[in-house]
Nanobody, 124 residues
Framework: QVRLVESGGGSVQAGGSLRLSCEAS????????MGWLRQAPGKEREFVAA????????DYADSVKGRFTISRDNAKNAVYLQMNNLKPEDTAVYYC?????????????????WGQGTRVTVSS
């Protein structure tokens, strides 16, 4: 079982930047599609970005396109999320996980247990 540890969150003003990191404290996720999801207060967890393990192909939610960049370092067993031009609506707890597409709905499904997440707060 892979144990995920997210870090890098914090409090910033609108327009600021943060870089989130996700590492595996146990196991490896180097051959999985990895992604970032977030959960804002009172809302369900939502997809943010994903990166395929071998091709590096990326996918982003419309709300973050052009502002966020996902990347990974398979040798370090790590995945990152560079967040620029942050907005108050980006305020949430951010989680990483391995993802797969549902055969039926094509929505992303998580594969591992959730880590503790890292909190991002953006003030206006």
């Amino acid at each position: 079982q892979v144990r995920l540890v997210e870090s890098g969150g914090g409090s910033v003003q609108a327009g600021g930047s943060l870089r989130l990191s996700c590492e595996a404290s146990e196991g490896t996720f180097s051959t999985y599609r990895m992604g970032w999801l977030r959960q804002a207060p009172g809302k369900e967890r939502e997809f943010v970005a994903a990166v395929v393990w071998n091709s590096g192909t990326t996918d982003y939610a419309d709300s973050v396109k052009g502002r966020f960049t996902i990347s990974r370092d398979n040798a370090k067993n790590a995945v990152y999320l560079q967040m620029n031009n942050l907005k108050p609506e980006d305020t949430a707890v951010y989680y990483c996980n391995a993802l797969r597409r549902s055969a039926r709905s094509r929505a992303y499904e998580s594969l591992f247990s959730w880590g503790q997440g890292t909190r991002v707060t953006v003030s206006s």
